[in-house]
């Protein structure tokens, strides 16, 4: 009787210590950040990468197709921006999210074939443009210039934020 209390007891020992060694190497990948926006990479139905706060790119086909979240409410049917359909993204000086559209994206609340996209949090900017002139004219006014954009593709993104947990822009990543 006493044997198998032992070995019951090393079993469970055992299992805890491995389960606390799991968590630890999570642990060691989510420490830069402890705010769950910016350390989730996945739920039920979906997988995602965060951009700047509450701004986050989505995709709920395994990486075919992905868009940008954000709890942004439009207040007329004018400011109504949805990046569907993402094929580029950046974010530029650590504040400025930027991307470009093909197939679902949505200006004004109308669909077009494709769209670049500027979106600004910590002013409430959302702004897209079906031009790419339009869109770099509108990067001129924020102090960016064309020789300032550096393209990734979200996937890119994805594979880089599922090892690391970190990209650029994420405060306390290096």
């Known amino acids: 009787m006493n044997i198998k209390k032992i070995i019951i007891t090393i079993i469970i020992t055992v299992n805890f210590i491995s389960c606390t060694q799991n968590e630890s190497k999570k ?17 039920y139905d979906y997988i995602r990468f965060p951009l700047i706060k509450p701004y986050e790119t989505i ?5 075919e197709e992905w868009a940008i979240k954000s709890d942004f409410k439009p207040k007329t049917p004018a400011e109504i921006v949805k990046a569907y359909g993402i094929q580029k993204i950046n974010i530029l000086l650590r504040k400025i ?78």
Do not use: H, V
Not at 27 to 43: A, C, H, R, V, W
């Open 27 to 43: 642990l060691n990948k989510t420490q830069m950040n402890k705010d769950p926006f910016y350390t989730e990479n996945s739920g």
């Open 59 to 63: 995709s709920l086909n395994k990486g």
């Open 97 to 174: 999210i930027i991307c470009y559209c093909e197939k679902y994206p949505i200006i004004g609340g109308e669909e077009f074939p494709k769209a670049w996209f500027i979106f600004i949090p910590e002013k409430n900017i959302n702004k897209g443009f079906t031009t790419e002139q339009e869109f770099r004219a509108y990067l001129q006014t924020q102090g960016i210039q064309k020789e300032q954009i550096e393209w990734n593709t979200p996937k890119e993104l994805y594979e880089q934020f599922s090892k690391t947990y970190c990209l650029s822009w994420i405060p306390d990543c290096n």
